[in-house]
């Protein structure tokens, strides 16, 4: 087997507010680790160093910070059945988990009040950024109308059900309920609008770029997928819009070696492998000349939600210097008390 690490998100800041999947990443592991410290930094640091060694032998699934690129929230070891995370990214009491406070291994503890400070700054300037988020969905709402009274709904259930009826002829059923991991490829940050998509589509033989525009049933065509292989037992990879999460942009399915995936903007790729497929549901459902017809009013509204999201984005790229603020009243920890954490978490 190749090993590997398989990077991916769990949570994000969306036009709902914070959303988290965890869980569903979660079913099957007999053995959680939480991490508890107020520093993202330390936390990281114990994260990776637990990960190093076993980066040769098994797979690691690792999880991405909402916060910045410079963090991690967690590993996930499947065929260890292990898995170890940042207390951030975990919103319920997991039954069974181990929780260490990494303070208990340092000593020099810091005043909660002023840690409670930087929270509350953070946490204020995410809910002005979900505002923003949220006044852009209502924006492509209507954006997504217009295409939507242009659709032929009939020509678009007739593509998804010939592409199914395509991809799972030779496939047999399995006696046994379908996995559906819910995750996301990327989200907005501290650090901007963030995706792994490349990284996670590159392994993969079988390859489909859904291309279209809002409202021409990207996310749809992707459900009628995943229903299909749930009555197929196929477990799923299923990757949400960090936009608006009740939408979906990917889904992988390992047995299948295959993924198919939104690839429009601010996700937008093409393909670079003679294998890889377009299916672009614009060109086949939508009346043509919808574009031309009204450009005037999908200009408009275009520039007002992304607008919006650059606002909110703004937003979220100040939390980044109060983060910074916050980290630089821990001091660096010394190599034995590192030692000794690891010894606690021996894997």
Do not use: W
Request: charged fraction near 35%.
């Amino acid at each position: 087997m190749v090993h590997y690490i398989t990077k991916y998100y769990v949570s994000g800041h969306t036009a709902e507010g914070y959303v988290n999947f965890l869980s569903t990443n979660l079913t099957g592991i007999k053995r959680i680790v939480v991490l508890q410290h107020p520093s993202n930094k330390l936390k990281t640091k114990i994260i990776e160093k637990l990960t190093a060694p076993f980066e040769e032998m098994e797979q690691i699934e690792k999880i991405e910070s909402t916060q910045s690129g410079e963090y991690i929230e967690g590993i996930i070891m499947r065929e260890s059945s292990v898995a170890v995370l940042a207390e951030q990214v975990v919103q319920d009491e997991i039954e069974g988990a181990e929780y260490i406070n990494l303070e208990d291994y340092l000593p020099r503890k810091k005043d909660k009040k002023v840690m409670r400070k930087f929270e509350s700054k953070i946490n204020d300037l995410y809910q002005a950024a979900y505002a923003h988020f949220k006044k852009g969905l209502s924006i492509h709402d209507e954006l997504e109308k217009i295409y939507i009274d242009e659709m032929d709904f009939a020509k678009a259930d007739q593509v998804a059900e010939e592409f199914i009826l395509a991809l799972f002829k030779d496939v047999e059923k399995k006696e046994k309920k379908a996995m559906i991991y819910e995750r996301l490829f990327g989200t907005n940050t501290s650090d901007g609008v963030v995706n792994v998509v490349e990284h996670l589509i590159e392994p993969l033989q079988n390859r489909v770029f859904i291309k279209g525009r809002a409202g021409t049933g990207k996310s749809v065509f992707m459900r009628k997928v995943l229903d299909a292989c749930k009555q197929k037992g196929l477990d799923v990879e299923l990757y949400r819009c960090s936009f608006d999460p009740n939408s979906i942009d990917m889904l992988i399915i390992r047995d299948l070696d295959y993924c198919l995936f939104d690839s429009t903007d601010p996700h937008e790729f093409f393909p670079s492998r003679k294998e890889d497929k377009i299916i672009d549901l614009y060109e086949e459902t939508v009346t043509p000349g919808t574009d031309e017809k009204y450009a005037v009013e999908i200009k408009r509204l275009t520039n007002l939600y992304k607008e919006e999201m650059r606002a909110g984005v703004k937003k979220l790229k100040e939390t980044k210097t109060i983060d910074l603020e916050r980290e630089t009243n821990f001091e660096k920890p010394k190599d034995e008390e590192i030692e000794n954490i690891l010894q606690k978490i021996t894997m």
